[in-house]
């Protein structure tokens, strides 16, 4: 079975600032992706960012990036010059190709101005 | 290019009530799947559907609970004799076709269904 953990429930960040939400995951399959979502307070799911498990380089998508340490099993996502717009939810999610996503319980961000 | 549509948007009904909840996978998608998310915690699979076939069910509740997907129209989740427990958000996700590679999974707006 695969199981997503995000040890953290709230962060605090002041705007411009970088901040990692932290996750990890576990799964024997040799095959999987990770994905991180965005759900701001209007409730809906917004993809961010997926890394392949055999990708070699970390995944980044604008101020997005994907810390992916494969040995740690860990794919902790990296904000850089958080926005007021990026208080939110924020999910980390693993998909091993029998179709259906496994999610953590979500870490809320909260950006200060 | 519209993208996964999910109706209606937010849904009462009393206990008791069937609850019907649509979704219209985005075109050319043939595979939708369904989560649902409690308060305060994240999504969770409950059924993977292609065109008149459930594929995995597993996370779908044993009882009040159904799901089709038919050859034209869209995919519906149904709610028998609702409780207040099944107050939550119910989200749809549409994949294209293309086996175990297809992995992006394209989420609709949800629907907030409230049990009262």
């Known amino acids: 079975a695969q199981k997503i953990t995000q040890t953290q429930p709230g962060m605090f960040v002041q705007e411009k600032e970088a901040v990692t939400l932290d996750c990890t995951y576990d799964t024997s399959d040799p095959s999987y992706g990770l994905f991180w979502y965005k759900q701001p307070s209007s409730g809906e799911m917004i993809f961010l960012i997926y890394?392949?498990?055999?990708?070699?380089q970390n995944a980044t998508e604008g101020r997005y990036s994907l810390n992916f340490q494969k040995a740690r099993k860990s794919a902790n996502l990296v904000i850089s010059a958080s926005q007021l717009g990026d208080s939110a939810m924020y999910f980390c999610a693993i998909w091993t190709g029998f179709q259906k996503l496994v999610f953590g319980t979500g870490t809320r961000l909260l950006v200060s101005p | 290019n519209a993208g996964v549509m999910q109706n209606p948007r937010h849904l009462v009904r009393r206990r008791g009530q069937e609850a019907r909840l649509r979704c219209s996978p985005m075109k050319g998608h043939s595979h939708v799947y369904w989560y649902r998310q409690l308060p305060e915690e994240g999504l969770k699979f409950m059924v993977y559907?292609?065109?008149?076939?459930?594929?995995?069910e597993s996370g779908m509740p044993k009882e009040r609970f159904s799901a089709e997907f038919p050859k034209e129209g869209p995919s519906i989740l149904r709610i028998q004799q609702v409780v207040r427990g099944d107050s939550a958000a119910y989200f749809c996700?549409?994949?294209?076709?293309?086996?175990?590679?297809?992995?992006?999974?394209?989420f609709g707006p949800g629907t907030r269904l409230t049990v009262t």
């Open positions: 996700a549409s994949s294209p076709p293309g086996g175990s590679d297809s992995y992006e999974q394209y």
């Open positions: 890394q392949g498990s055999y990708d070699q």
């Open positions: 559907l292609q065109k008149e076939n459930i594929i995995d």
